[in-house]
């Protein structure tokens, strides 16, 4: 086998991970900066401004979910004020990955509803461990 292509890519997971360090610093170091400038913009009257080519301004975005995490009470109320359209039965195909998982692991057939419904695949991927 030619060990070249090995190294290569031992050489780039090596610097991927020094990136992904380096990138989490700089995102820590921009959530430590984001309360004080939000405050300064909100004490100083300020929507948007303008620095070394970026123009900074405030996003405001709303957000609903579920009180206490209770699916069906937030379902029947979508349903009592008529937005059915927002209320949809589905499954969690993460879980359902896990679970077939699970059955892979121990060796046990897919139940044949769940394989008839879902596509189940197999991936492959080349991963990267330092040796101690």
């Given at each position: 086998?030619?060990?070249s292509l090995?190294?290569?890519?031992?050489?780039?997971?090596?610097?991927?991970?020094?990136?992904?360090?380096?990138?989490?610093?700089?995102?820590?170091?921009?959530?430590?900066?984001?309360a004080?400038?939000?405050?300064?913009?909100?004490a100083?009257?300020?929507?948007?401004?303008?620095?070394?080519?970026?123009?900074?301004?405030?996003?405001?975005q709303w957000?609903?979910?579920?009180?206490?995490?209770?699916?069906a009470?937030?379902?029947?109320?979508?349903?009592a004020?008529e937005?059915?359209?927002?209320v949809?039965?589905t499954?969690?195909?993460?879980?359902v990955?896990a679970?077939?998982?699970e059955?892979?692991?121990?060796?046990l057939?897919v139940?044949?509803?769940?394989?008839?419904?879902?596509?189940?695949?197999?991936?492959?991927?080349?991963?990267?461990?330092?040796?101690?």
């Amino acid at each position: 086998m030619d060990t070249s292509l090995l190294t290569q890519f031992c050489d780039l997971e090596t610097q991927k991970r020094a990136l992904e360090v380096r990138l989490a610093q700089v995102k820590e170091r921009q959530e430590a900066l984001e309360a004080p400038i939000l405050e300064h913009f909100s004490a100083n009257g300020i929507q948007n401004v303008q620095v070394n080519g970026f123009t900074l301004y405030i996003h405001r975005q709303w957000w609903a979910r579920p009180r206490d995490g209770d699916q069906a009470a937030a379902c029947a109320a979508l349903r009592a004020v008529e937005l059915h359209d927002l209320v949809r039965e589905t499954c969690n195909a993460a879980q359902v990955s896990a679970y077939v998982r699970e059955l892979k692991r121990q060796k046990l057939e897919v139940p044949e509803p769940v394989e008839a419904a879902f596509v189940i695949t197999e991936a492959f991927s080349l991963r990267a461990q330092k040796a101690s």
